[in-house]
Structure formats: structure tokens, C-alpha cells
């Protein structure tokens, strides 16, 4: 079993609409659950960081962790073309913040 | 572009070559990592290093080869390398302290070996 399962997609969707993206881990050790976006040809960029459980918002991007779970989730409010990318997940715990990363996403907004 | 730059951004090398990618953090950051990402794979972390000592090394084949002169810059130097190892090798930096485990990462080098 992978630690990290992300559903690699492809999802397509209108502008407007409501994303969700997952991941579902196996070690219940991690503590620090981080979503990248990924724009084809560019480095990840780090789009929210949430430490344990709980829900973060920013702008139209929340994070959602439910450790019990052991699934985290990331919502795209109001969907834009300009989303489109591959979201990955990352989470990690113990030292030198080194992380394990889903196979990402790929999303497609359309006009 | 992010705190991270790298160069070159691409490359092709043939087999025999011994090339060099460099990577450089403008974060003050305390702790540096080198990953490769192949298509449909997630990243594979490949090296750690924290205050410029390796701390990890994941089974990485001895063509690759880090190095770390100081804490903003990092290297890798590639030698014989074969084919399957074509992908995008990212560089990655964090400060490590309490409750901080954000990595920023470079634009990466798409790596051709032909």
C-alpha cells in the first residue's frame, strides 16, 4: 500500500464550479498536510499548509484534514481556467520537514 | 519564480557526459532537498541535506551526486547516467523549526538523456 493515494484524474469541469480534490494516507504519524499546484513546465507552489486537524481558508481555496480518516481534501470555490493544473498533496512528520507527495491531480477548468 | 532559482532549466546529455545542476534559495532557509519527477509518478525525494550536512541519501545510484557548499546553495553533478533517468529534478528548500514543515520549491531541470 502506497502511504499516499491521490486519484491522478484527469477532472474536467466548467468555470464556476466547485472542485474537490483527496488524498487518503496510511501513516498516522503525519501531522503536516501541505497542497501544491503545479502549472505544466514550472516547479510546485505551494498553495496551503495546515498543521493537524481542522479546516484553513484562503480566499477561494480550503483545506480540510480529517486525521481520524486519515483523508485530507482541498476545495476550489468559483472555479477559473486559470486553476487549471496539477494539484498534488504532501504531508510529513519526525525531522528535516522531509515530505511524501500523492502522484497529483490534474485539473482542467473550461470556459 | 519563487526564493529558489535553478539552472539550467533544460538539458540533454548523452550518456557518457558529466554535467552539473546548480540551485540557489534567496529564503535564508536552513535545510535543502533534491527530488526527481517522472510522469505519472509522485516526487521521489533523492537527498536532504540540513545546515549543508547530507542527511539523507534514498538509495540513489552513484551517478547521482550531490553537493553543498553553503547553506543557499546546492549542487547535483550527473555521470554516466542512463536513459530512464530523464524527468524534471526539482530542488526544494525549508527552515526547520517548530511547527514549520513548508518546502518552496524551484522551477526545476528537465533533464533528456540521450
Known amino acids: 500500500q502506497k502511504e499516499v493515494e491521490q486519484d491522478p484524474g484527469p477532472l474536467s469541469v466548467p468555470e464556476g464550479a466547485i472542485v474537490s480534490l483527496n488524498c487518503t494516507y496510511s501513516?498516522?504519524?503525519?501531522?503536516?498536510f501541505m497542497w501544491y499546484r503545479q502549472y505544466s513546465r514550472k516547479g510546485p507552489e505551494l498553495l496551503m499548509y495546515t498543521y493537524s486537524s481542522g479546516n484553513k481558508e484562503d480566499g477561494r481555496f480550503t483545506a480540510q484534514v480529517d486525521k481520524s480518516s486519515k483523508y485530507i481534501s482541498l476545495f476550489i470555490r468559483d472555479s477559473q481556467p486559470s486553476d487549471s493544473a496539477t494539484y498534488l498533496c504532501a504531508m510529513g512528520s519526525g525531522g528535516y520537514n522531509k515530505l511524501i507527495f500523492g502522484a497529483g491531480t490534474r485539473l482542467a477548468v473550461h470556459p | 519564480e519563487t526564493g529558489v532559482t535553478q539552472t539550467p532549466r533544460h538539458l540533454v546529455m548523452g550518456m557518457t557526459n558529466k554535467k552539473s545542476l546548480k540551485c540557489e534559495q534567496h529564503l535564508g532557509h536552513n535545510a535543502m532537498y533534491w527530488y526527481k519527477q517522472s510522469a505519472k509518478k509522485p516526487l521521489e525525494l533523492m537527498f536532504v541535506y540540513s545546515l549543508e550536512e547530507r542527511v539523507e541519501n534514498n538509495s540513489v545510484p552513484s551517478r547521482f551526486s550531490p553537493e553543498c557548499p553553503n547553506s543557499s546553495h546546492l549542487f547535483l553533478h550527473l555521470h554516466t547516467l542512463q536513459p530512464e533517468d530523464s524527468a524534471l529534478y526539482l530542488c526544494?528548500?525549508?527552515?526547520?523549526?517548530?511547527?514549520?514543515?513548508?518546502?518552496?520549491f524551484g522551477p526545476g531541470t528537465r533533464l533528456t538523456v540521450t
Open positions: 501513516n498516522s504519524a503525519f501531522q503536516y
Open positions: 526544494a528548500s525549508s527552515q526547520i523549526r517548530d511547527y514549520s514543515y513548508e518546502q518552496y
